[in-house]
């Protein structure tokens, strides 16, 4: 299962590694567009809407779970919570968990004061940082269309991240600096990786 798979293009790359794949979105137009895209592409992925806080599956239905191109900033610590909640009832026992995510905290300390270019024509300025929630208010400008918006960019450290996997009963093991992968525990002792698939 792929959660937050947005138009569908991790799910692709699972696909062609081999799994067959579900991809979830809370978005209905990302999903629209990653059913289009399935089509065009001749997948058998199959996308649905769903709040991955909800998962309308039974358990023990996935083998793996991923939550690819950096998903967490939307999520805050207890949405994520009840996540890995849902995430650990759906998964198989031996199951996996696969999170593509970076130190957006130490990004922060960086450059905090920086305005940054997100996207051609879209700017980034950091507000403020709601230490108490974990989150980053940041003003979006595009200066194309000519519209400002603003949002809460939840700040993920490793740290956390492993806090609240193992806190749900995974096995944790960082791959490289973006790649967390996790397992689920079969007792209380540190549970031994073997190669993922």
Not at 61 to 73: M, N, Q, R, S, W
Not at 83 to 105: A, N
Request: proline letters at 2%.
């Amino acid at each position: 299962m792929d959660i937050g798979c947005n138009a569908g293009l991790s799910s692709f790359v699972l696909e062609e590694l081999g799994f067959d794949v579900v991809g979830i979105d809370i978005q209905e137009k990302a999903v629209e567009r990653a059913k289009e895209l399935a089509k065009k592409r001749g997948s058998k992925a199959k996308f649905y809407v769903m709040n991955a806080k909800n998962l309308d599956f039974k358990e023990n239905t996935f083998d793996l779970v991923a939550l690819l191109g950096y998903p967490l900033a939307h999520f805050s610590i207890w949405d994520f919570d009840k996540i890995l909640q849902e995430v650990r009832r759906v998964l198989k026992p031996q199951g996996w968990i696969v999170i593509q995510e970076s130190d957006f905290l130490w990004t922060l300390i960086r450059g905090f004061n920086q305005p940054g270019l997100e996207a051609e024509g879209l700017i980034r300025i950091n507000i403020d940082v709601n230490v108490y929630e974990g989150y980053l208010e940041r003003l979006l400008i595009d200066f194309e269309k000519g519209v400002f918006s603003r949002d809460k960019f939840y700040i993920w450290s490793p740290w956390i991240l492993r806090y609240a996997l193992e806190k749900n009963g995974f096995g944790v093991e960082f791959r490289d600096k973006e790649l967390l992968i996790g397992r689920i525990k079969e007792s209380d002792s540190f549970y031994q990786f073997d190669t993922l698939k």
